[in-house]
């Protein structure tokens, strides 16, 4: 049984801000991924979910509203080979250009660090999911701030699928000025049977004034057909 309920951390936390869900179907038959985000200003707001051949971006759903897209425009989604790669930032480009050549997860996000929006030192969360022989097995980091102070600390963990387990880590402890850092090991929660059921679970109870967008990705580990979904506020 799962430690956590992740209906409960989301619908108890006004401001989770961007969040990676990785793990196992309950019966045992699918890879599942989610990925959200979040915002408070207007120009986080602004965004949607836009899929791609290859991957998924982030784009202004108003481009004559659109400020600065530096931190916030980006390719949370991109697929090589035989693996998914997810994370909250352009990071997901170094982790691509890296393991293409054969170069490792952790070595391409050694070469980065935090995001550089100070006070708030934004951690960067990724994680990639490695297909082979009607299985898979997945990996999260989090690089952040020394408790808020300008130094990197890089953390890295490693998992084998269960059925009906997965993993949750986001940004943010919770809302706050400056915001505080996700602290800890990524939360082992329940996972449901399919991509609706998980899309339903985090954007229902993520919070109504912040969520932005969602993209749920499934992949069935004996035929390797996918299923995805992508949840826009703005439309």
Not at 176 to 188: L, V
């Amino acid at each position: 049984m799962a430690l956590f309920d992740l209906k409960k951390l989301l619908s108890e936390n006004s401001y989770p801000g961007r969040g990676i869900v990785i793990g196992k179907s309950a019966d045992g038959t699918k890879a599942m991924i989610a990925y959200f985000i979040m915002g408070r200003s207007e120009n986080s707001r602004n965004r949607i979910f836009e899929r791609f051949e290859g991957g998924m971006r982030t784009k202004a759903f108003d481009e004559s509203k659109l400020s600065d897209p530096h931190l916030i425009i980006y390719n949370p989604y991109l697929q090589i080979a035989n693996m998914d790669i997810i994370t909250n930032g352009d990071q997901t480009n170094t982790i691509y250009d890296f393991v293409k050549v054969d170069k490792t997860f952790e070595d391409s996000l050694r070469t980065r660090e935090f995001e550089d929006d100070e006070p708030n030192y934004t951690p960067r969360i990724s994680g990639i999911l490695y297909y082979e022989n009607n299985n898979f097995t997945y990996k999260l980091s989090i690089l952040k701030s020394a408790n808020g102070r300008p130094v990197c600390n890089r953390y890295f963990y490693d998992y084998t699928p269960e059925s009906g387990i997965g993993h949750f880590i986001h940004t943010y402890k919770c809302d706050g000025n400056p915001i505080p850092s996700f602290y800890g090991e990524p939360e082992e929660i329940s996972m449901p049977n399919t991509a609706k059921e998980l899309a339903d679970i985090c954007w229902n109870n993520l919070n109504e004034d912040n969520k932005v967008s969602l993209f749920v990705r499934t992949v069935d580990l004996k035929n390797g057909e996918s299923e995805e979904i992508i949840i826009n506020k703005n439309k």
